[in-house]
């Protein structure tokens, strides 16, 4: 089902992607490193289970924010959904360091 995207993304050599569009964006990454991705994935670094924290960085981003959630809790988190409406409102997450 992603084998596709996970050759275009992970294997194959390419440019590191950078937002260079006018509109704003923000990525928020997960630090909590629970669920099924642990058992596929071994993260030496930060991670949500499933993708590592440094996978998230895009160059050219408005904000970047780490929260301590997993990879799939973070939809259910009130905390993700306060941070994503702080960013449409205001353009940052209010977490920044």
Known sequence: ???RQVA???V???EPRVWQQTREVGVIAGSRPVGLGRLFVRFDDDSDGTVAVAETKLPGATDHVVMPVSH???QFSARV???IGEF???GRFSLNP
């Open 8 to 10: 275009e993304e992970l």
């Open 81 to 83: 959904a306060r941070q």
């Open 88 to 90: 449409l409102e205001k």
């Open 1 to 3: 089902m992603i084998g």
């Open 12 to 14: 194959l050599a390419r």
């Open 72 to 74: 799939t809790g973070m």
